[in-house]
């Protein structure tokens, strides 16, 4: 159980252009999930909160307007990186958090790696 | 303000015992976790603690004392397979259900 999913797992665009990542619980309701990057030999940095029917909260210094967040249904967050460039590349992972668990346990996605040329 | 600490590096021998430490000190506390990394995947979710004390699941083992603000993973019979960076949390307090995450500690088992 708890599994989550994401996709696509890698893409490569140019920069200029807008990707989308898609995040996913495939057997449990997640009223919130999380976006996350990270750079090689670092640790997980977290951008932004998505709630399920509401605006999500994003950290200090992560631009809301350039990561644009959608969670739209219990199981499903988007990530939708616009105008992307050469120093948006990097991991992108979301997790999902089960609704019915009091303690703050969070399931990982695959991740994304993502390249802007 | 918020602080996670756990070593860098470590390295064990293959089936040997390695303690992970992991010090914090938040302004909330809603339970400890583990989650282990390997190179290019996400992290896995190992074990929480919420009460002090240990909790064990097969090879792995985590301890909490809260009023010390301190944790540890116990990796028993240590594979080679078992190489991976091991991220420390601490659930932040109020509604945000956040976790506050250490830099991680990266442990290679050696044959």
């Known amino acids: 159980g708890a599994v989550v999913s994401q996709h696509p797992s890698r893409v490569i665009c140019k920069s200029g252009t807008s990707v989308k990542i898609e995040c996913r619980s495939l057997d449990f309701q997640a009223t919130t999930m999380f976006w996350y990057r990270q750079f090689p030999k670092q640790s997980l940095m977290l951008m932004a909160t998505s709630n399920e029917g509401s605006k999500a909260t994003y950290e200090q210094g992560v631009e809301k307007d350039k990561f644009l967040i959608n969670h739209a249904s219990l199981t499903l967050s988007t990530l939708t990186v616009t105008s992307a460039h050469p120093e948006d590349s990097s991991f992108y992972i979301c997790?999902?958090?089960?609704?019915?668990?009091?303690?703050?346990?969070?399931?990982f996605g695959p991740g994304t790696r993502l390249t802007v040329t | 303000g918020q602080n996670i600490d756990q070593p860098t590096e470590m390295t064990a021998t293959e089936g040997a015992i390695v303690q992970i430490n992991c010090t914090y000190q938040t302004s909330g506390f809603n339970g400890l976790f583990w989650y282990q990394q390997h190179a290019g995947e996400a992290p896995t979710f190992l074990s929480y603690?919420?009460l002090d004390g240990l909790e064990e699941k097969g090879r792995f083992s985590s301890f909490l004392s809260r009023s010390k603000g301190y944790s540890y993973l116990l990796l028993k019979e240590l594979q080679m397979k078992d190489s991976a960076s091991y991220l420390c949390?601490?659930?932040?307090?109020?509604?945000?259900?956040?976790?506050?995450w250490g830099l991680g500690t990266s442990l290679a088992v050696n044959p």
């Open positions: 949390a601490v659930g932040d307090a109020g509604n945000n259900r956040k976790l506050i």
């Open positions: 997790s999902a958090q089960p609704t019915d668990r009091v303690i703050y346990e969070q399931y």
């Open positions: 603690n919420v």
